[in-house]
Each structure stands twice: as structure tokens, then as C-alpha cells.
């Protein structure tokens, strides 16, 4: 307690005052002396026996804390009945609390990290290890139709590690919040011949009949960059799945509570298993001719639900997955 500089200097003005206090009332009388001694004797044992409980009470708190800070077990500390040491503990509790949310939801951020690179990594060395080895074929090999046809598939894969290497950078720059979406009144009818402009080559060279049915004038609110981008890992991901000679379908609908893309394409559909972790990262699906890395979806959910969307998937009744992303009004 004497080292708490306020109880030093009340103690020095206590002792001041009771002294001079014993020395009036010795100045008065006897009697009047000795009450004053008894008073200040009382009162100076009872404010340091308080505050002595005070100080144990501080101490054992603090003991406490310290405990928290550096034993990741231990994260309570025990009631305490006194009125403002009460309120103090109150308020630490609900600050140890918010640290062990914290600590659990760095926990799961660490793991989620972990969990990632490793996913990262292992995406990344399927297409580096063919390229390795058609590199070593191709470089014994004095075929030219053959070298020509292991060009083009490095080619493929370099193209399509560039893909997955930007959609893993977009995924990042989303998940730490830096991209900002622009709201904005967008064309559909645009916005659908903007996701479909990068693949009309595609889909003449496989045979893919686009057929689009979209109002002229119809509009909808986000960022047309971002949801041009979404449409086209969709309409991709039709693409694989219908292969030649197949359909993809785009309507546009109006309800006086949203509006609403959809999606369909003449393949064969989702695996039921498949269904419910289709936006999933880094989910391939069931199938062993699954293709593909897991990113598109994903990256096409995360933009739209930035934007105050949805989108869901399932099979089409008449055959074919159906993709519906949806706004609101």
C-alpha cells in the first residue's frame, strides 16, 4: 500500500490532522485528549484495515489476469462481491470474453490459411508436373506433328495456371475486404454480351448454341466489371460440363421482388453429393471426369453475395444444371 503514492500523502494529511487534533483536545482537557487519541487510533486502524482488504481484493485480481494473459486454459475469473471491484470484474469478464472469440476466430483463421495453401499447392503442381513432363517428351521427341501437339498442350496448361493463379488473387483481394464494389445502374442485355464476348470462339469451334432471351431496357443494380466476371465462371463451367454440340441457355426475369438471371445448360447435371458443396473452394465434385480447380464458383458466389445477391444450382427437370442468381429490389 506505501507504494501508492495517494495512500502516502492521505496517510501524511491524516496523521497531520489527528495530531493536531489530540493536541486541541489536550488544550481543552484531559478527557477531550483522550477521546481524540481513541478516535484517530479507531478510525486510522479501521481505514487501514479497509483498504488492506482492498488491496488484496486488487491483488487477487490482477493475479487473476495474469493467469488469463498467459494460460490459454484459462480464461475466467472469480466473482467478487465488492460494489466497484464488482463492476470492474464485470467488465473484464466481458473482456476476456472478447478475447477468447478473438483467439478461437484466429484459430479458425489460421487453419482456413493453412488449409488453403495447402489446396493452393497441390492445384498448382498438377498442371506443373504435366508441363515438366511433356517438356521432357517434347525435348525427346523429333516427331514434329507430336512436338507441335505437346506445344499446344503447354500452351493449355500455362494458360490455364494463369487462370487459376489470377482467380486465386481475386479470391484474396475479397477475402481481405479491399475491393470495392461500384453500384451502378447496369444493362443485362450488356452485361450478358459482355460475359459472353470471351467465349463465342469457344463455343463455335465445340458447337455450343447460345440462346438468349433478355428484354431490351431492363436494368439491375452492382458493379458490371465484377458481375460480368461472375457470368463468365458460370458459362464456363457450362461449357465443361455440356461439351459439343450442346445448349446453353440465358432468360432474364422480373418479379416485383427481384430479378433474376438463370442459367442452363444441356449437360448432365450435378452429382446429388455434389449439390450442397457446389460453392465450395477448391470443390471438385464426386465424379472422377470432374475438371477443373474449385475457384470458379466459388469466386462467382463470393462476388455476387458482395453485391447483395444470391445465386443457387441445382438439376434442371428437363435435364442439365440450372445456375439462378437473383437481386433484390
Keep these: 500500500m506505501l507504494r501508492n503514492r495517494e495512500f502516502r500523502q492521505f496517510a501524511i494529511l491524516f496523521f497531520l490532522m489527528a495530531f493536531v487534533t489530540v493536541i486541541f483536545g489536550f ?48 480464461m475466467e475469473i472469480d466473482e467478487l462481491d465488492e460494489g466497484e471491484l464488482s463492476i470492474l470484474h464485470s467488465e473484464i469478464t466481458k473482456m476476456t470474453l472478447r478475447i477468447r472469440e478473438q483467439n478461437d476466430a484466429l484459430k479458425k483463421e489460421k487453419q482456413h490459411l493453412a488449409d488453403s495453401l495447402a489446396d493452393i499447392a497441390h492445384q498448382l503442381r498438377t498442371p506443373l508436373t504435366s508441363a515438366n513432363l511433356i517438356l521432357s517428351l517434347l525435348a525427346n521427341n523429333p516427331d514434329e506433328n507430336q512436338r507441335k501437339a ?79 466476371e461472375a457470368i463468365q465462371n458460370i458459362l464456363k463451367n457450362c461449357m465443361e460440363s455440356t461439351g459439343d454440340n450442346g ?15 438463370t442459367i442452363h445448360d444441356s449437360g448432365e447435371g450435378f452429382e446429388k453429393e455434389d449439390l450442397p458443396c457446389l460453392f465450395e473452394r477448391f470443390y471438385r465434385g464426386k465424379s472422377s471426369n470432374a475438371t477443373g480447380y474449385g475457384i470458379g464458383l466459388a469466386l462467382c458466389k463470393m462476388i455476387i453475395t458482395r453485391q447483395g445477391g444470391t445465386i443457387t444450382a441445382k438439376n434442371h427437370s428437363q435435364g442439365g444444371a440450372i445456375f439462378v442468381i437473383r437481386f433484390l429490389k
Aim: hydrophobic share 50%; charged share 20%.
Design 247 to 261: 445448349k446453353i441457355e440465358i432468360i432474364f426475369g422480373d418479379t416485383p421482388l427481384f430479378s433474376e438471371i
Design 27 to 74: 488544550v481543552i482537557n484531559l478527557a477531550a485528549g483522550i477521546l481524540a487519541i481513541v478516535c484517530a487510533v479507531a478510525f486510522g486502524t479501521a481505514f487501514f484495515g479497509f483498504t488492506k482488504n482492498r488491496y488484496k481484493s486488487i491483488a487477487k485480481l490482477s493475479d487473476q489476469i495474469d493467469l488469463v494473459l498467459h494460460n490459454a486454459n484459462r
Design 150 to 228: 505437346f506445344v499446344r498442350e503447354t500452351e493449355d496448361l500455362l494458360v490455364r495456371m494463369d487462370w487459376l493463379i489470377t482467380s486465386l488473387l481475386k479470391l484474396s483481394r475479397l477475402d481481405a475486404g479491399i475491393v470495392v464494389f461500384q453500384s451502378q445502374q447496369i444493362d443485362v442485355r450488356n452485361l450478358i454480351c459482355a460475359a459472353l464476348r470471351p467465349f463465342l470462339i469457344p463455343m463455335e469451334l465445340h458447337d455450343i448454341t447460345i440462346q438468349t432471351d433478355v428484354p431490351e431496357g431492363v436494368m439491375i443494380q452492382g458493379d458490371s466489371g465484377w458481375l460480368s
